[in-house]
C-alpha cells in the first residue's frame, strides 16, 4: 500500500511570494490533514477534510492561507503572501476513519527568506 | 479545547535501561490516544493508539504505552532502550466524536551506548 505522497519536498521562496503544496493521501482515506511543524515544536492542525467537507479549519490563518480537496481525494494548501513565520514544514496526514490512527507523509520543507 | 502535555522536552537514558517518556492530555469525553517517533528530515510513524479494552496497549519496536483514566496519562515505556531509539516522540489526542488530532510538543530521546 502506498503511503501519503507530498510534493514539493522541499521550497525556498522570497517573503510576499505565493507557494503551494500538494498531498495525494493513501487509497481509500476519506480524512485529510494538514499540519504545521516548525523547528522545535509539535505538529499544529491547520485544518482538517473528511471527504470534500472541512470539519475543522480554526487554525487556519484564512487571510493568507487556504485548501482545498475538491474530489475528496487530492488536496493543495496555499499561502499568498507567505511570511518569514511561515517557515516550517508543512504536514499531510490521511485516515480511514475519525477515531483511528493517521498516517503522514514526509512533508515539505518551507523556508521564507 | 484539548490539550496535550509533554513535560519533558528530553530524556536521556543509557542503552539497555528501561525508557520512560511521559503524557498527559485534556479532553471531553473518552480519549483516543496516539503515540509517534519522528526521525530526522522525516514524517511522523506511529507507534501505538488507545482506542478502549486494555490499559496496557503495545506496538511497534517494542513499545508499549499504559492508559491512566484517573491521572489522565498515557506514558510510552520500553523496557531496553536502544541507540536506533533516539528520536522525537510526540503524543496525541483526539476525543471520542473525531474531532482534530491534537499532539504535544515531542520529546527528544537521547540513548547513549
Known amino acids: 500500500e502506498a503511503g501519503v505522497a507530498q510534493s514539493p519536498r522541499y521550497k525556498i521562496i522570497e517573503k510576499r511570494q505565493s507557494v503551494a503544496f500538494w498531498c495525494n493521501p493513501i487509497?481509500?482515506?476519506?480524512?485529510l490533514y494538514w499540519y504545521q511543524q516548525i523547528l522545535g515544536q509539535g505538529p499544529k492542525l491547520l485544518i482538517q477534510?473528511?471527504?470534500?467537507?472541512?470539519?475543522?479549519d480554526s487554525q487556519l490563518p484564512k487571510d493568507r492561507f487556504s485548501a482545498e480537496r475538491l474530489k475528496g481525494v487530492d488536496s493543495t494548501l496555499k499561502i499568498q503572501p507567505a511570511k518569514l513565520e511561515d517557515s516550517a514544514v508543512y504536514l499531510c496526514a490521511s485516515s480511514s476513519l475519525q477515531n483511528t490512527e493517521a498516517f503522514f507523509g514526509q512533508g515539505t520543507r518551507l523556508t521564507v527568506v | 479545547a484539548q490539550s496535550v502535555a509533554q513535560p519533558e522536552d528530553q530524556v536521556n537514558v543509557a542503552e539497555g535501561n528501561p525508557l520512560t517518556v511521559k503524557c498527559t492530555y485534556s479532553v471531553s469525553g473518552n480519549p483516543y490516544l496516539f503515540w509517534y517517533v519522528q526521525y530526522p528530515n522525516r514524517g511522523l510513524q506511529f507507534l501505538l493508539k488507545?482506542?478502549?479494552?486494555?490499559?496496557l496497549v503495545k506496538g511497534s519496536y517494542g513499545f508499549e504505552a499504559e492508559f491512566n483514566k484517573s491521572q489522565t496519562s498515557f506514558h510510552l515505556k520500553k523496557p531496553s532502550a536502544l541507540v536506533s531509539d533516539s528520536a522525537l516522540y510526540f503524543c496525541a489526542v483526539r476525543d471520542g466524536a473525531g474531532n482534530k488530532l491534537t499532539f504535544g510538543g515531542g520529546t527528544r530521546v537521547l540513548v547513549k551506548p
Open positions: 477534510f473528511q471527504n470534500n467537507g472541512v470539519v475543522d
Open positions: 487509497s481509500g482515506h476519506a480524512t
Open positions: 488507545y482506542i478502549t479494552g486494555d490499559n
